[in-house]
């Protein structure tokens, strides 16, 4: 539809059905949201932005949106690395990052139902209250919403024992593109009554339906856990580390790893402590499940696979500021990352690939050819346990050659991600920035699922089109 | 189709497109094949069985049967509860009870994949000799195998620390309606490449495609449990135990439950030195993470909250042979059950419902009261730290009253689980049994999704009609 035709339509009949305030088309407001954290998304042509404060608002959205074919692009926090919220020509922004209400929250039952603006902190801290858990964390865990984490399953650091979003979500509340309202999915531990819906939505980047309510499961505190951190000569025997000490049955709650490159650029963001001449290093937490007998039994058998592998120093700590310290340094690789392109060019982009984690000493290994093909600086941070590495590539914005080295890179990642059996990506999603590669990962078999799962939920093709689906 | 053209079209198309022996149209082996262990459930009319040896011979078979518009059911071990596998008039049976291959195990990233036929308790021992465990462990554990497992999304004793068959299901191939071989999921840890198609298929019954090769995550081997049992004067005290253990924030590996009808059937059945004037019997387990120091924690916890319930006894043991002897009991109550049946009319309908815990109290009551409503003798055993119970209904097959009676109870039982909060099955599916009350549970919105989705992937709706999808 034509931008102005739809502005009027936009004024004249979406915005008195919902409340004052509800709906704005200022073009600064419009363009302030118009995207999220990630690079390379076009991000042009919302027409307006809906802030729903209910679920009657997302459904008079959705149904004047049906009504005249409008795309529809569904906004949390707009913490995501992958253009997933960004506009489209000729789009309604629809937001819920409003819609933070805690509805519902079950001690006895062990779960929470929230609306899908809550942000992840605040839920891990509601339910803290009760010696209750919320395991996944992501990176933003501070700042993305838990309607986001569901659209992305998101995962984090804690994967590595605990999982991801979708296993802990029992229950949705979403509007489909028409405007009905759907409860999906069980509130109790087991069920198996239709197919599983819910996690169909679960990471379906508000292209399927606009997630409403959430209800998630909890589960009993989770332990205080013991940290080590081990360095290495090079990245490889880092990596030998963990696909052996993961091989031995270990099952830390943290396994995390930073490259060389990482280590160079914290040493030149702030005084972390950390070996210089490092080429790799290895965070480890473990809980022991609340014992503090098997916690250290675990910590000693990563010291035993580390010292195999030649590692240059082995400490750990039972304190938990001290812990806490040490794992400081991996949450503030981004910012180092951020603090080093400031003065580098100014482009930072972040890629997402999981693959089996005896692969990880490989990846490194052609991680380095990338770096030599293309002249770019290169980082990588891993949740190594889970194979889920987050190489970052550095380029100058300003220089058209250094961007498309980058791009090349990236891509290159990706392909070295498939070619090591792993996935294109981890936890980061497809949105706009991967939706090209996306038909590389699926046969055509499941693409063949996705593009009829899609026509039949959305017909119209209004839900967030330009990304996952549309190269499908 | 009329049979006879079908048997025709078997005989002159199909059959030689596979192997010798792989169709079977004689009607006593087929007769033999055309149901599995539910009651109540039609199993008249298929014309021929085929017995798949590989992915090509179920995708010959999907191939042909989608050319002419024949139904299919697809088996496993037909060991399901309700009916699920039951044959419907002019379909094919069609079988991958013969794919029995462990395709790939990798310890190192702690995966096994199996064709559809390998039975659970085969793969448990296959992984354990690798220091791996594989916890679904439903009650047919020794004769299920795992595609039905999969296919049904199978639970067992474990859930309750351990989760469902869904949460072990890394990637799946799987045969469409049109022949087509696709992948589905990734063999990653972590993977949010489009959506998660994978689930969609956990628990599908069949109704949307022939899964041939599943790949499971497995985790390090579960550790030896503490076992305790706990006795009281009736079910109410018992449940009451449970919702408040579990809120206290327990992680039991197990924790079931036996009412007293069920006691009572194991007393007359056999000497397992259970109270004969018992109400109640909860039966705990509790593994620590391997911590012995933590199991021995959580056990006491459990007994304080048994006696704060004004337990008849509480006992406990950490002898691998006395738990196992502790937990027979539980695992011989269907067989007290059979026993039981066999002298008081022969008939047993086993209902699964789920609710939250905390509602488990007034379920025992609402099933009293189902008792004293039908005049019916009505045993229950229950997941019971999930909320997922089985009350098994007798009654006499040959008496008309008895049988309706029956069947109204067993309705009942759902309508119950439903009004708690719970759902109509948490474990053991849809299948033909409980296909009318699936649209009492799933809102309009939910149904549309499933009536799209299964449109979608199966247009001709061959797949295993007369199920979950038949009367939404």
Redesign the interface.
């Known amino acids: 539809m034509d931008p102005a035709a739809l502005l009027a339509l936009v004024r004249d009949e979406l915005a008195p059905d919902l409340g004052d305030g509800v709906v704005t088309t200022d073009a600064d407001v419009v363009a302030a949201h118009s995207r999220d954290e990630a690079l390379f998304c076009p991000d042009d042509g919302a027409v307006a932005l809906v802030r729903a404060r209910t679920v009657a608002d997302v459904q008079a959205t959705m149904r004047f949106a049906s009504r005249h074919a409008v795309p529809v692009v569904p906004q949390g926090a707009r913490t995501g690395l992958s253009g997933g919220a960004n506009a489209v020509p000729g789009c309604l922004l629809l937001s819920v990052a409003s819609m933070t209400r805690v509805l519902d929250l079950?001690?006895?039952?062990?779960t929470i139902t929230v609306e899908p603006g809550v942000i992840n902190a605040d839920l891990k801290e509601a339910v803290a209250e009760h010696?209750?858990s919320y395991p996944p964390d992501p990176g933003s865990v501070a700042i993305s919403s838990i309607g986001g984490n569901v659209a992305?399953?998101a995962?984090g650091l804690c994967?590595?024992k605990y999982?991801?979003t979708?296993?802990y979500v029992r229950a949705l509340q979403v509007v489909?593109a028409d405007g009905?309202?759907?409860?999906?999915g069980?509130?109790?531990?087991?069920?198996?009554?239709?197919?599983?819906?819910r996690?169909?939505f679960?990471?379906?980047e508000g292209t399927?339906g606009i997630i409403v309510s959430i209800t998630l499961r909890l589960?009993?505190?989770v332990p205080q856990p013991l940290t080590a951190v081990a360095t290495f000569a090079d990245e490889r025997a880092g990596a030998t580390t963990v696909?052996a000490f993961?091989?031995a049955?270990?099952?830390p709650s943290m396994l995390e790893s930073l490259d060389r490159t990482s280590l160079q650029m914290l040493n030149a963001y702030g005084d972390f402590g950390l070996d210089a001449h490092a080429g790799a290093m290895l965070l480890i937490q473990s809980d022991?499940?609340?014992?503090r007998?098997?916690a250290l039994a675990e910590v000693e058998t990563f010291t035993r696979h580390a010292e195999a592998q030649g590692a240059l120093e082995v400490a750990f700590s039972d304190d938990a500021a001290d812990s806490e310290a040490l794992v400081a340094a991996r949450r503030l690789a981004q910012t180092a990352y951020e603090h080093y392109a400031r003065s580098h060019g100014g482009g930072q982009l972040l890629d997402d690939v999981?693959?089996?984690?005896?692969q990880l000493p490989i990846f490194y290994e052609r991680l380095d050819r990338i770096r030599t093909a293309t002249g770019l600086t290169i980082a990588a941070v891993a949740?190594a346990?889970?194979?889920?590495l987050h190489p970052s590539i550095f380029f100058s914005t300003t220089d058209p050659d250094e961007v498309a080295r980058a791009r090349r890179a990236f891509d290159e990642i990706m392909q070295v991600g498939l070619e090591l059996?792993?996935?294109?990506?981890?936890?980061?999603?497809?949105g706009h920035l991967?939706r090209g590669w996306?038909a590389r990962?699926?046969?055509?078999?499941?693409r063949?699922?996705?593009r009829?799962?899609k026509?039949?939920?959305d017909p119209l093709g209004i839900l967030n089109p330009g990304t996952?689906f549309a190269d499908l």
């Open positions: 079950d001690p006895g039952e062990r010696g209750l992305t399953n995962g994967c590595v999982g991801v979708r296993d489909l009905t309202l759907t409860t999906i069980a509130r109790t531990a087991k069920g198996v009554a239709g197919l599983d819906v996690s169909l679960v990471g379906s399927l589960v009993p505190l696909s993961m091989a049955g270990a099952q022991g499940a609340g014992s007998e098997a999981c693959v089996p984690r005896e949740h346990g889970d194979g889920n059996g792993g996935t294109i990506t981890g936890e980061h999603g497809v991967k996306l990962e699926l046969d055509e078999g499941n063949g699922i996705h009829a799962v026509a039949a939920l996952m």
